[in-house]
């Protein structure tokens, strides 16, 4: 595989309310042209955080923006911020974006993860629809999740099965000021009415005992329906990131394989489906490489080629504490680059998007890579 183009979607605007963008994903429409959303704030973990939307008419060479088309709601009376904007193309012209909503009320100026309990603040999912390939959009509408549950976190766009369903990833979390033990799982909803109503969860990745978490669960549909997953896997005892374990569904999400270790360090992004059937994985490798970098493997649960490897970006070291669980998801708001996204366009070629910068500004940057 090849880089054979690269550049900035987005700029960061250094000390503004958009200064740092991070979470940027690509759709490539039916109609033609590619929509990115990220999201922007005076920092990475702030309640002035918005959604962007930008287009691009030329591949990903050029983009116009940013447009921001939502208005973060109140819930229950409590203002809050969007973190995350994921769009799922049901049809031609038909968009379903769903979003992750911060409470900024009930705990006003805390940060988003408690380093002490290892909670964090109160979140929800909101879902909207365009039927005008994003330019106009419905208001958002609350998906109720149960109590087990606890805040939730959205760790990929929703995925369009085979026969028409869809699929929901949500990891689960504590309460912000809940001291206990945290048995952290990722878990699956499904919908078969284009997200109105959600069933009750599956879960897709846990470890009982509670020592290994499966964090940013990232994923996608290949060609003959099979779903795969991609788990950024952290071992609570060791306090250590492993390698990123992936998990095949034959069935649309309700049962999976037993995690398989890729071999590969440290926290995926949303693969790239090639019309092949090829899969594009791109990843971070904070600490070790520091880079973010991409393989191709043959199919859902073939293996990523060595010899496919590019690097997409190269970044500075970036300190890493082991002290406990807690200091890990603190630090998590310093880093200043990752968060890749993979988009398989029409001509075959591959476009990741990722953000990248310093500590006063990030950017959203993207790279063509031909497979």
Known sequence: MQMIASGILAQGERGTARAILTFGQVVALHRGGLLATCRAGSSKDCADELIEFYRSVDGGHTWSGPVRPFT????????GSLKICYLTELTPGHLLAASMWIDRTTYPGQPLFNAETEGCLPMEILLAESR???????????????????????????LKLGDGALAMSIETNKHYEDSGRWYQKAVYFHSTDEGQRWSEPVVAGQDPSGRIFNWDMRACVAPDGRI???????????????????RISTDGGHSWSAPEDLGITDQAGPPAVLADGRFVLAWVDRFVSHSIRARVAAGVNAPFDPASEVVVYTHGAEAKRDEKTGDLLAEMGAWSFGLPSATALPDGDVLVVYYAGDDGAMDIRWARLRP
Do not use: C
Request: aromatic share 12%.
């Open 132 to 158: 005008d390939d994003g330019h106009a959009w419905s208001e958002w509408r609350h998906v109720p999740m149960p109590a087990e549950i606890g805040p939730a976190s959205l760790t990929n766009p929703i």
């Open 72 to 79: 973060p709601p109140k819930l229950n009376g409590k203002t």
């Open 228 to 246: 795969a997953t991609f788990a950024w896997t952290y071992d609570t005892q060791t306090t250590s990131y492993l390698n990123i374990q992936r």
